[in-house]
């Protein structure tokens, strides 16, 4: 019999991060899935892209919407900006708080749907791994479109998990567990959305790129895997019988170097277009 992800492991349990489901996350559980994610090569390249599109400078002010465990407020305030995290979770913000160290960083409780602050008040904005737990991305993108100054730059970041690739799995089993998972995700599709959304809300695209993440052999026993496998297990859309064996298929192919697991993310950068002059 083939040992299923139990859930025992941080890594096998689900992390939400949809506001709705606040009060069922720990903040242990939210935290470590954050900084396994944070060390991805994918997710450090679009990082880095975005710091680069966005070029905060002293004198500017700089919001990261989601900031989770601050890492990118930080990376603004280094550049001299203002730098202020918008983030709904207190167990998040008190964690950014005591990572930041001596960084002069500001961590505001807030909401992506209603950001605290003023028309026209924002030089620099990202958002990233944030819209697809939003129920109105459009919404969010226009509120994040009012606060930026003409001329301020934005930068969103997202999934798309249309663009996760499973081997080797049963086709149908997956694809209960993959319909299981995109039904109780508030925006699956985000990544693909990003751009129309920026249109959409009056911004100008200036470039866009995307990065995909590959999960290393030892996925196949915990992390994503185990965390899919577990909570479609409890929601009964796939039995014990099958868990056990489309777990036992990925550790049996993980051991001959053959498991293989991506998804990928996209990043767009726009500008808020000044008014034209003379008119
Ligand atoms: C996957 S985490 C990403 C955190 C961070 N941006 C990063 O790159 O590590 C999603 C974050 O969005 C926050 N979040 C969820 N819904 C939000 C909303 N409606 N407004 C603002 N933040 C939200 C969560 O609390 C969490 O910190």
Redesign the pocket.
Known sequence: MTDVPDGSGLLTRRAS???AHAAEQSLEQQVFI?DVQ?KRPAVRTLKSWALDQLAPAAGETAV??????G??VVAFARRGARAIG????PA?RAEAVRRAADAEVEYVEG???ALPFEDESVDVLRS???LQ??DDPAAVVREMARVLRPGGRIVLIDTDWATAIVHPADPDVLARMVDHFLAESANPYSGRRLRGLLAGAGLEIVDETAATMIEPQEGARQGFVGMMVQTSLQAGVITQVEAESFAGALADAADRGGFHLSLTMYAVSAVKPRAASGS
């Open positions: 991060f949809r506001v954050l944070a990261d919407v989601g900031s989770g465990t890492e990118d918008v983030e709904p979770s998040l909401h992506a749907e990233e791994r944030v737990h939003v």
